[in-house]
């Protein structure tokens, strides 16, 4: 008996060793949404993708992919010119990102993304991502008024300038802040370990950051990837 219970013992932690592994290399995933209820997948992508074949990821099974463009007022990201321009040239839709920094104005920031930027047809809304980085990773030790009104002129801004609504890209943590101003926005949820609380009502969904697919070949060997809620109808819409 007592050598069954080792030998028991042994496979278990034989298993969670191999879970683990296949966990760390993007084999298998925490999450997994149902195609039948989310049929419109996507990635996000930034200059860690490296140099991307879009004609090779276009076919992996997406519908849209989000490209970053700006960080901050004044940073590009290195690889949006190459990817904004060859993505077009797929059957995906495409938009851009902008990573919000709490250090410099809403309005600056603005100005870096929409000069950046050149609308396309077809495009997918803006998107700003608001998360914690750095000295910023808890929202309470914010001055959340400040934030919030740089945020108020970026979004206002950008809106202006594209005619379209930008979406939210943020964490489950950062939320409750973000909707204090911005509750009538699309949101873009963030939760890789599980599904997002039921109460959330997201129009994207990043369900995982450790996804291995054909196209890339930076120094990031995963890719984000991403559900959008609603058929494809609500999806040309959008």
């Known amino acids: 008996m007592k050598k ?4 028991a013992s042994i496979l278990v932690i034989l298993f969670a060793i191999i ?6 290399i993007g084999i298998i995933h925490i999450n997994n949404p149902s195609k039948k209820r989310y049929p419109i997948r996507g990635v996000d992508v930034s200059h860690y993708q490296g140099e991307i074949d879009w004609d090779v990821l276009s076919k992996e099974d997406i519908s849209f992919a989000y490209i970053k463009a700006t960080e901050g007022s004044s940073s590009k990201d290195e690889r949006f010119d190459y990817n904004w321009k060859n993505a077009q040239r797929t059957g995906l839709r495409i938009g ?5 920094s709490l250090d410099s104005s809403g309005t600056g920031q603005a100005e870096n993304f929409c000069s ?3 609308a396309v047809d077809n495009m997918l809304p803006p998107v ?19 934030m919030l009104a740089e945020l108020g002129d970026f979004m206002n801004s950008v809106e202006a300038y594209y005619g379209k609504r930008p979406v939210i890209y943020t964490t489950e943590d950062w939320l409750p802040v973000i ?4 509750d009538d926005y699309d949101i873009w949820i963030r939760n890789v370990y599980g599904k997002s609380d039921s109460s959330i009502k997201w129009t994207f969904w990043q369900f995982s ?3 291995v697919l054909a196209g890339y070949s930076g120094t990031e ?3 984000d990837m991403n559900v959008f809620y609603g058929d494809e109808e609500t999806f040309l819409n959008l």
């Open 221 to 223: 060997r995963y890719i």
């Open 128 to 146: 700003v991502d608001v998360e914690p980085y750095g000295n910023y990773s808890n929202p309470e030790q914010l001055d959340k008024e400040k």
């Open 116 to 118: 950046t930027v050149d």
């Open 179 to 182: 909707q204090e101003e911005f």
């Open 96 to 100: 851009a990102y902008h990573f919000f």
């Open 4 to 7: 069954k219970i080792i030998i």
């Open 209 to 211: 950051n450790r996804h």
């Open 19 to 24: 879970s683990v592994f296949l966990l760390y």
